[in-house]
């Protein structure tokens, strides 16, 4: 099937360019066009870029402000602009969400929905980017399902739904994210002001006490938001993506236990505790020290959602020597490794994988244009190099990391997948 559908793109694709591309995804109709004030919810300020509907909105009055889940920024007038920071405004009109934007049936993409939700006026529409493959993606079904009400209007591009009063139905298996357990603590995590109290969690959950780092300076704000936008939400692929191979390779099992090495404040690996996903424990291995104080702030936040479910490991990657795991999970460590550290990084990765269990890799390749590249393309990977250096465990597969879908090899080019290689039973 992966072969078919491999072959029907490299059809279709060269067929669209020569026929101009795609048709523009624009969201239109009655509420976006009577809309006053609209947020524009981006994955990146890049996808901004080439919007007709901003003009259009802009030429009737409308005023438009841009929030990001990845790349905050600072507008003219210095407010700094966020997905994870409140906007700019009490209400919106319209809230329109980036059709590139993932969404999955999965508690971070709730808790998602449920914030824009907050954001809409009493008369409000959000625009949410219809996808009508359930197995992949969040299904016209549930959304209706969450916003308790049909959509105002359907276009084949989006669902216009109205406020939803009283927040979004969610499933009650997973009615609560790691999301909602980040805005109680946003300002902390962003400033690094944590009470002292913290440091009987980390040796709860199993290592020596860290030091207390001192508070991060006003002038660091942005680049601390940047990483925990990252870092909270790319909960919404990650985390997916691993329950998604959690159902695949292991179906049935609600005893799973998964290792993350190179952790970080583990918001990916703690998002998937509260899934039904068959996970039942995350080792989070964070050599890192002053990672451990974020750690443990999510963790007392999550409370007995997560309670006996977590161990903290400060071992580097390559030495780590923990019970063995179901899954084995690194994402964006091994390029951020000298060059001679990351064989034995990987080594030490696949001795933690249980037999029968898997190892899933996602890295960042270098881009053939050294522009584009940047400073980044020294520490990157080409695609040869890093399937020789995870290739010699076993077969590999390939699992877009923004989709429920496997990859033929040939597909994959420079793009950023798991790599995933399974240990003999």
Known sequence: MSTLKSLLR?????LRRSLGG???VEPSGPPIESARSIAFIVNATSDAKGQAWFDAARA???????????????REDERTMSFLLAPPRASYDCIVVNHATELYEHSWSYAFLDRLNGFLGENGTIFVPRRNDPARRISDARLKALFGAAPRQATKRFLAFGKARGGLKRPADAAYSTLDAYFPIRDALIQGRFDAKL?????ALGVRRARLRSANRADSFLAQLKSQSYRTCSASTKSA????????????????????????????SLELLLNPSGIAHVTLVEPNRVHHWPIALMVEQLGERVRGKVTLCDQEGAAYSGTQADIVMVCAVLTMLPAEQRQPFAQGAWNAVAPGGILAV???MRDPDPVKGGAFNAMRYTPPEIDALLGRFGPLRYFKS???EEMAAPDVG???VFRVVRKPG
């Open 199 to 203: 440091a009987d969690t980390i040796r």
């Open 60 to 74: 009737r009055g409308a005023e438009i402000d841009m929030l990001p889940l990845f790349q905050p920024y600072r």
């Open 362 to 364: 996602l890295e960042n």
């Open 414 to 416: 420079i793009r950023a």
């Open 10 to 14: 490299r059809v279709v694709r060269p």
């Open 402 to 404: 923004d989709a429920m």
């Open 22 to 24: 795609p048709p523009p």
């Open 241 to 268: 993506l691993m329950q998604y191979l959690a159902a695949q390779y292991f179906p049935g099992r609600g005893d799973l236990r998964v290792v993350d090495l190179g952790a970080g404040t583990g918001l990916n």
